[in-house]
């Protein structure tokens, strides 16, 4: 099972969210949903460069995230809208609900999207996003991550994850990480650092595909 | 293949994801107004829901604000709408219907003696 144990009491936010009711079953007809459809009116010209969005450089180790959208199939799902969201360098969110001493970069939003290619392919240059205190317990801190939102050919195929970057040492001790309860399905969150991605004199390259379920239809 | 886990959408979500107002399903539609409520019947403020209309393919998304709420123009005659809900502490989205046309506010409860009634994904 790949999936993640929504009532989870190590996070604690789930205490008084976590749905405990059983499931209802799925009407058919929503199985076989398509949508919704976005296209380039989504878009604005600078929305996967977020090294860019600013009119200097943000700070810290720049890097290109880039990978494939498919289904269980490994069919590659083009036209996906993937939108992304992370804190700067230094760990800290451009949003007021951030408390965290850190400083906020003026060229750094931390927000992007883009549809994938024909390939199924997205790409984002960002910089890699510091670990950051939370409140869960004492001495809490959330490894590394880079939000991501994704939108499949069908209404079922929507998943919002977070990507994680390889051999982080956070990783044994976040809840959020441990809350997808299958090793093997945790290594699934965490990105590959590729030299071939890796843009020569510029940015360190990561790859990172995104499976979603099955498309009930074709 | 195995599909990626899902995670949490977190308390910064509005970064990526309501830089633009994406509440309108239909702009001659009428207001659907609800909250999002949590086990013990608090507002869930950092919440966010996207309404999807099976009919039209229109689709909305609203963050909830201060007092758990949110709110949509959806089609007038659509009769159900499907709603993905996220928040901090959900680990994984949850869908929820939503029966038209509907008297008063819509509230979607996480948890507790009114727990919305969520479908399997």
């Given at each position: 099972m790949s999936e993640v144990q929504v009532d989870w009491p190590a996070y604690r936010s789930t205490e008084h969210r976590a749905p405990k009711r059983p499931l209802a079953t799925l009407p058919e007809e929503v199985h076989s949903l398509e949508g919704p459809v976005f296209g380039d009116e989504v878009l604005e010209p600078l929305d996967n460069d977020l090294t860019k969005q600013h009119e200097g450089s943000?700070?810290?180790?720049?890097?290109v995230?880039?990978?494939r959208v498919l289904d269980d199939l490994g069919v590659p799902l083009r036209g996906a809208l993937v939108e992304v969201w992370q804190a700067n360098a230094a760990g800290r969110y451009r949003h007021d609900v951030d408390r965290h001493p850190a400083p906020l970069d003026p060229n750094f939003s931390g927000a992007g999207r883009c549809l994938t290619d024909d390939d199924g392919r997205y790409r984002f240059t960002t910089v890699k996003p510091g670990a950051y205190p939370w409140g869960n317990h004492p001495n809490a801190w959330r490894p590394a991550h880079i939000h991501f939102s994704v939108f499949g050919r069908a209404f079922t195929q929507r998943l919002v994850t977070q990507m994680y970057f390889p051999g982080d040492p956070l990783f044994e001790h976040d809840p959020i990480f441990n809350a997808v309860r299958d090793p093997k399905a945790r290594e699934l969150l965490i990105a590959r650092f590729d030299l071939e991605t890796t843009e020569p004199d510029w940015a360190l390259g990561y790859q990172w595909d995104i499976v979603l379920r099955a498309t009930p239809f074709e | 293949?195995?599909?990626?886990?899902?995670?949490?959408v977190g308390p910064f979500f509005a970064i990526g994801l309501s830089r633009r107002e994406q509440h309108?399903?239909?702009?001659?539609?009428?207001?659907?107004?609800?909250?999002l409520l949590d086990g013990r019947g608090d507002p869930v403020p950092d919440g966010v829901i996207e309404l999807y209309d099976p009919a039209t393919r229109a689709w909305g998304r609203s963050p909830t604000d201060s007092a758990g709420g949110f709110s949509f123009l959806v089609p007038r005659e659509a009769s159900r709408l499907w709603a993905y809900v996220f928040a901090r502490g959900l680990l994984r989205h949850q869908l929820a219907a939503i029966d038209l046309p509907h008297e008063g506010l819509f509230d979607?409860?996480?948890q507790g003696e009114q727990e919305t009634t969520f479908f399997a994904v």
């Open positions: 943000p700070l810290g180790e720049r890097i995230v880039t990978g | 293949m195995t599909p990626t886990p899902s995670q949490t309108v399903l239909d702009a001659n539609g009428a207001t659907l107004h609800g909250r979607i409860h996480l």
